[in-house]
């Protein structure tokens, strides 16, 4: 993601457009939403929406995602389900 994304996505996301640096962040919610998206076919506008005007806590977001099959890297970021196809590393379909 480009700095410009991020700066785009908090600004619409972030609560009074601040940075926000933790779990709740604009840009974890935005790679949450991207997984979800990824994995129940919903599109990511959409979703990135609906998560920013529902504002849920980040545990029902963390939920969420992991009941769509998502999992956390040891870095913090979101992936898609693990598949059967080919593998980039331990994480990414090729």
Avoid: K
């Avoid at 974890?28 to 990511?44: K, L, V």
């Amino acid at each position: 993601m480009s700095r410009t994304e991020e700066v785009r996505i908090t600004q619409n996301c972030a609560s009074g457009g601040q940075y926000d640096m933790g779990l709740g962040s604009a840009v974890i919610r935005a790679r949450i939403a991207r997984a979800i998206a990824a994995n129940e076919g919903i599109s990511t506008h959409h979703l990135a929406a609906l998560l920013d005007v529902t504002e849920w806590p980040t545990q029902q977001l963390y939920s969420y995602a992991q009941a769509a099959g998502a999992r956390v890297d040891t870095e913090g970021g979101w992936w898609p389900r693990p598949t059967n196809e080919p593998l980039f590393g331990d994480s990414f379909p090729v």
